[in-house]
């Protein structure tokens, strides 16, 4: 290219910047991923304190998982044309063959009303009066910011003085060390707790749970997960209900772990001897989720 006319187009792409600047117009960039993602979540958390304000529940946030982008059929298929292309390409065939398919799936795909909908795993929280709602429901909203319909995953109700647990149980902060994040160890435990609760259901579901958060209190006491401090401290606590005049310091403890041949499961025992009468020996027994057997 010859200096002049390099000169020329420089010229006229100055004079172009130039008046788009004079009219006052610059770009501006559009909201980012994080953004939209944050503005949906509050649209939801507002669409959700309306909703549940008029059956005279109170709505709280806990928190979020992965949002999940659910496409129509229409569009999957594109994506799926376009991902073979992609891969043909990178291995040198040819491609021919697949634009027609391509062109053909963008006309089926204009013509689809179906909504792309983006699903939000939600954790909250309802109350009313002393009963507390825990919920786990999978919300689908368009791209509009509309909730569309909303699947509940899991629920279950508790009082007042487990409410504090049950909030740090749905959201699995910290447990046995406040380091600024939930450890391994914790959880290890939450996972364990929670696919055994979600088998449950009613009464059973809500005695579990009622031991769990009991046990939560333990381990942090303890500042660990550990088997033999937690039973030690359930058989206690259930001696105490059941023996009067019960002081823990007139016992001995002992404790084992076991593995149940019918069940296959772990189960914990711990030995409660009275110190003034070598006689009496107390016996409790529970589960691998420190549910009591007896």
Request: with cysteine.
């Amino acid at each position: 290219m010859s200096g002049i006319h390099f000169l020329g187009r420089f010229v006229s792409v100055f004079i172009l910047v130039g008046s788009i600047a004079s009219c006052g117009l610059k770009y501006v960039p559009g909201p980012s991923l994080d953004d939209l993602e944050k503005t949906r979540k509050e649209k939801l958390e507002e669409q959700l304190a309306h909703d549940f304000a008029a059956v005279n529940k109170t709505y709280v946030s806990l928190t979020y998982g992965e949002t999940v982008v659910v496409k129509p059929l229409s569009y999957q298929r594109l994506d799926s044309l376009f991902e073979v292309k992609y891969r043909m390409s990178k291995s040198g065939l040819s491609t021919k063959e697949l634009d027609p398919l391509i062109e053909n799936q963008k006309m089926v795909l204009l013509s689809d009303t179906t909504e792309v909908l983006y699903m939000e795993t939600h954790w909250f929280e309802l109350f009313q009066d002393s009963t507390y709602e825990f919920v786990i429901a999978q919300c689908f909203l368009n791209n509009k910011n509309v909730l569309r319909k909303m699947d509940v995953v899991d629920e279950f109700q508790t009082g007042k003085s487990n409410r504090e647990w049950a909030e740090i149980y749905m959201k699995e902060d910290w447990l046995t060390r406040d380091m600024g994040y939930t450890s391994n160890e914790d959880l290890a435990f939450y996972s364990k707790m929670k696919n055994k609760e979600f088998s449950l259901q009613g009464a059973e579901k809500n005695a579990f749970l009622e031991n769990v958060f009991q046990v939560m209190r333990i381990a942090r006491e303890n500042k660990n997960t550990a088997a033999q401090g937690i039973v030690l401290k359930l058989a206690a606590i259930q001696m105490k209900k059941e023996i009067p005049n019960f002081k823990e310091t007139d016992y001995t403890y002992s404790f084992k772990k076991e593995n149940n041949p019918a069940t296959k499961q772990d189960e914990y025992i711990v030995e409660a001897a009275s110190i003034s009468d070598k006689r009496v020996l107390v016996t409790r027994k529970f589960d691998e989720f420190f549910m009591p057997l007896y």
